[in-house]
């Protein structure tokens, strides 16, 4: 009998899982209407602080700023959040419970296209390339040490995330570290990735990623991208920086008119991060 790797064993080994079909039909439309109403008045903001301007992604869709007339589109992503489907997959690759962290939205340009950088989430958080081996060796030592993982759902059709499967487990090979780090990293947008594997999604198929492992997105204004992005750490590794940085989590009611299910899960954000929004 032909049998699947399990959940675990893909995104460990591969650093990557598909899950088809994640959303769908009416769901997934209210999904994507909910998305773009924030996209909407983030867009009018940047453009108009930005003429003319690109940005290649937008944060925190639950800031409470998008939703004062309605509460409708706000529900919405705060139960994608933290709906069954979402945490079951990536439970399962925790092995154990999971923390909220934040929310990306990806929209195609509207006035240039370009490649994205390869790139591993690693190099961010370090100095040097000397630093960024260090930190990998570590994660690779005291197995399934998260940054976060990003659940990436695809609202319509798009292929722009590209990804090297099992370049998780181990450090660039000389080809990769030529096109992600030489010459002050001037070759990262360049064709030629060995084994790079273009992520082709349909309208509600969605990917876990390690973001440790190596890959990057397309940014084209003929391309058109609503993907949103949902990213989770252990519950036993929060990480205090900009992405967790949402005090409005601990207004008065922020949680208020979710499901039960919804509102006791984003409640363990707040109670973890609450004392660091504290000014001092
Ligand atoms: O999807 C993209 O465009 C890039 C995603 C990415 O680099 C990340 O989530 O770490
Ligand atoms: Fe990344």
Request: hydrophobic share 30%; proline share 6%; with cysteine.
């Amino acid at each position: 009998m032909f049998q699947l790797k399990s959940a675990y064993r893909q995104f460990t080994e591969e650093g990557y899982l598909i899950l088809p079909q994640l959303f769908s039909g009416k769901q997934l439309e209210t999904l994507l209407t909910s998305s773009n109403y924030v996209l909407e008045q983030f867009m009018e903001e940047h453009y108009r602080q930005n003429p003319n301007t690109d940005f290649l992604a937008m944060r925190h869709l639950n800031d409470p700023r998008w939703h004062r007339d309605t509460r409708e589109h706000f529900n919405v992503i705060m139960e994608t959040i933290a709906d069954p489907r979402c945490l079951g997959s990536v439970e399962q690759i925790f092995a154990g419970p999971s923390l909220f962290r934040s929310t990306t939205y990806y929209a195609n340009p509207q006035f240039t296209s370009q490649e994205g950088e390869w790139h591993r989430d690693s190099q961010f958080v370090v100095k040097d390339e000397q630093e960024e081996k260090k930190l990998l060796e570590q994660v690779w030592k005291s197995d399934g040490s998260y940054k976060g993982i990003q659940l990436q759902i695809s609202l319509i059709d798009n292929d722009d995330l590209e990804y090297v499967p099992y370049s998780i487990n181990r450090n660039d090979s000389p080809e990769e570290n030529y096109i992600r780090y030489k010459d002050n990293k001037s070759h990262n947008r360049e064709e030629g990735m060995p084994n790079a594997m273009r992520i082709a999604l349909k309208a509600g198929d969605a990917v876990i990623f390690n973001p440790f492992g190596l890959h990057r997105g397309r940014y084209y204004k003929e391309i058109s991208r609503r993907s949103l992005m949902l990213t989770y750490t252990p519950l036993s590794q929060p990480i205090y920086d900009s992405f967790s940085n949402q005090p409005w989590f601990g207004e008065p009611g922020y949680l208020d008119g979710l499901s039960p299910r919804a509102a006791a899960y984003l409640q363990q954000f707040t109670d973890i991060y609450r004392s660091s929004w504290a000014q001092p």
